[in-house]
């Protein structure tokens, strides 16, 4: 990380103490009930990943009664990077923020895209894993994922895949894990990025791909619509009936948690009791309806748990990408 980067980072943590004002508490201590409002930070476009986690936990926090409203912000640029770099730099204006995101944030990082990573923000928790789908039109003469590693076979360039984020991000990377578990070349993958999953799905459904690569989650309303038809899923069991890639002979399990951070700088007590906000709304039955539609998984991991596991998957992803060809 450069110099300048480290240097906003601290004078935003030395800010961070004259913008607690902006947290809308009662009384001298900070605690979950006390928190009435959240800005929510989406660092990509509407309709992807982000905006349905950050949307729906906001919807669920009102309705519940456990915050009085939800505001949303999206901000799109540098596969998230801006949206990062606008939280660390005006932190002592975002105490009452909280930016959505999960495993992009590490893999973006060790790619370079951005120069931030999870080390610069204040991890609040884990709250869902979502797998990685693979779909189709629903007209497409591709029936099954075998279909699409024949097709890779003959001609790699041929099998173009959408997918709502950048190159050498988890839309890549699941399918060329999935080839490369085939015994193919990973690096052939042809991979065409979009500005989140609803850009990604319109690219599938105007005919620029034929496939399209994306969470389970953002791909399951469409599909259940019969917009699209998903032909795999990176889960260890069938989900609605749709085959998994390990029943399809790529032995590749992957599930992408989605969680919250808050800007650098904010007290511990202030990161506790967002922490115990959201694990309070995963214990409503309004989560539990949401969740169930979308098809996440609860994954709640508060405070220095997440950062710990943020640590060990960055090293696990590392080494992953390395071998993929992806990382020098």
Excluded: C
Excluded at 244 to 250: D, I, R, V, W
Excluded at 294 to 318: C, H, R, S, T, V
């Amino acid at each position: 990380m450069n110099s300048n980067i480290n240097r906003t980072t601290r004078r935003a943590i030395l800010g961070g103490a004259s913008g607690l004002a902006a947290l809308m508490l009662i009384g001298g201590s900070v605690s979950a009930a006390e928190i009435k409002e959240i800005h929510f930070l989406i660092p990509g476009g509407a309709g992807g990943g982000w905006d349905g986690t950050a949307r729906g936990a906001g919807m669920v926090l009102s309705k519940e009664g456990l915050i009085e409203g939800a505001s949303y912000e999206n901000m799109s640029g540098a596969g998230g990077g801006k949206a990062i770099g606008y939280l660390i730099e005006t932190a002592e204006r975002q105490q009452g923020t909280l930016m959505v995101n999960s495993t992009p944030i590490v893999v973006r990082s060790l790619t370079k895209v951005f120069p931030f990573s999870f080390r610069d923000l204040t991890p609040i928790a884990r709250v869902i894993g979502d797998y990685q789908a693979i779909a189709v039109r629903p007209d497409s003469d591709i029936k099954s994922w075998g279909d699409v590693v024949d097709r890779f076979k003959k001609d790699p360039r041929s099998v173009k895949f959408a997918g709502g984020s950048v190159r050498g991000d988890l839309d890549h990377l699941v399918p060329a894990m999935a080839m490369k578990a085939m015994g193919h070349d990973a690096r052939k993958v042809a991979y065409v990025p979009y500005d989140a999953g609803g850009k990604a799905l319109a690219g599938l459904l105007s005919g620029e791909t034929e496939l399209l690569t994306t969470g389970f989650g953002e791909a399951i309303g469409p599909h259940r619509d019969g917009q699209i038809r998903i032909i795999a899923v990176s889960s260890d069991r069938r989900i609605d009936g749709i085959p998994t890639l390990k029943e399809q002979g790529a032995d590749v399990e992957f599930a992408n948690w989605r969680g919250f951070f808050a800007a650098p700088g904010i007290s511990g007590e202030q990161a506790k009791a967002y922490a115990g906000l959201l694990k309070k709304m995963q214990e409503t039955g309004t989560w539990e309806d949401l969740r169930a539609k979308n098809g996440w998984q609860n994954l709640y991991l508060p405070g220095d748990q997440f950062a710990a596991f943020l640590a060990k998957e960055e090293k696990e992803i590392g080494d992953l990408m390395r071998e993929l060809g992806f990382l020098k």
